[in-house]
Nanobody, 118 residues
Framework: QVRLVESGGGLVQAGGSLRLSCAAS????????MAWYRQAPGKQRELVAS???????NYADSVKGRFSVSRDNAEKTVYLQMDSLKPEDTAVYYC????????????WGQGTQVTVSS
């Protein structure tokens, strides 16, 4: 059973930093792309950053230069370092992976709240 557990969210002032973690189990972690999404109240869930099994990264334009995604395959954990946070970064942040066997299945964590005060 695939399980993703996020941690590290909280309340921070604008300009501050947070580091989110997502611990995975039930998958061969090193084989899969891992991603971070976020959803603000009244908005659709959006992709924030992703990292392939080879370490290639991709970022939403809104976070480029401020956020950094990394992974530790030995610890089966993916991280999202968030610097220079802005109030518009306030959202619930979700960890995601997509497993393809006979069909594609998206797995999600429970989410962690990030609130940036102005």
């Amino acid at each position: 059973q695939v399980r993703l557990v996020e941690s590290g969210g909280g309340l921070v002032q604008a300009g501050g930093s947070l580091r989110l973690s997502c611990a995975a189990s039930g998958i061969v972690f090193s084989m899969y792309t891992m991603a971070w999404y976020r959803q603000a109240p009244g908005k659709q869930r959006e992709l924030v950053a992703s990292i392939t099994r080879g370490g290639d990264t991709n970022y939403a334009d809104s976070v480029k230069g401020r956020f950094s995604v990394s992974r530790d395959n030995a610890e089966k954990t993916v991280y999202l370092q968030m610097d220079s946070l802005k109030p518009e970064d306030t959202a619930v942040y979700y960890c995601n992976t997509r497993v393809i066997v006979t069909m594609a299945i998206d797995y999600w964590g429970q989410g962690t709240q990030v609130t940036v005060s102005s």
